[in-house]
């Protein structure tokens, strides 16, 4: 038999086979294919129970501000160690300096408004403004209450130029009182002197006060009505 012979017969052979062919529903005849049926199957059990003794309804959230934790000398230890070494500084170096600080706390006594002060402070420059006793041969140099006055009067003078305002009188004898009572620094006097309208200080000087001084002079104009 010849070769062309042979791969005709080979040929024949594979047209000859016939696959099976795969059966597909119409589309959009509604006819179900699968064993188990085509039905949706639904939750028999609620997905959202009432509240019942093992699964209590949630309280009201609480509009009472929550009471701040006064500041320990452990707490103020424990914050100056982190400002001078960083959040992650190995326990070696952290614990003796934390002791040393705690001790130093005690030792000097500071007062409560000192220690809350510290133990929020960010910065070193804060932490001499809260106790410049924590933080010998350092210095931040603050306003005298007997220059307060006129630092008011140079206020009172720009708002008197101005439409006015009721709150005004109020608010200027809140900062006087700040400038007399929170130990303004010398870069915060200076950017008052420079603000145009009084009533914008807080906002346009706060970078120039420590941010406990901030918040002291926030919670004052804050109670004026």
């Known amino acids: 038999m010849t070769r062309l012979a042979c791969l005709l017969i080979a040929l024949a052979a594979c047209g000859g086979s016939s696959r099976p062919v795969a059966q597909h529903a119409a589309p959009g005849d ?17 997905k959202f129970l009432l509240p019942d003794e093992d699964h209590p309804a949630p309280q009201e959230p609480s509009l009472v501000p929550a009471e701040t934790r006064e500041a320990s000398c452990t707490d103020v230890a424990t914050n100056l160690a982190s400002i001078e070494l960083g959040n992650y500084a190995e326990d070696g170096k952290l614990g003796p300096l934390v002791s040393r600080y705690r001790s130093s706390c005690a030792k000097l006594k500071l007062s409560r408004d000192e220690r809350q002060c510290v133990f929020e402070a960010t910065d070193r420059p804060t932490v001499t403004w809260c106790a410049q006793r924590m933080m010998p041969g350092a210095a931040v140099a603050v306003v005298e209450a007997r220059e307060c006055p006129e630092i008011a009067e140079q206020m009172r003078s720009r708002m008197n130029a101005q439409p006015g305002q009721e709150l005004w009188p109020k608010q200027l004898a809140a900062m006087q009182r700040s400038c007399e009572q929170d130990r303004w620094t010398i870069p915060f006097r200076d950017c008052v002197r420079s603000v145009p309208f009084p009533t914008y200080i807080t906002a346009y000087c706060g970078n120039a006060a420590p941010a406990p001084l901030r918040r002291k002079l926030e919670d004052r104009l804050a109670q004026i009505k």
């Open 30 to 46: 509604g006819t179900c294919h699968e064993a188990g049926g085509c039905e949706a199957k639904l939750e028999t059990e609620p």
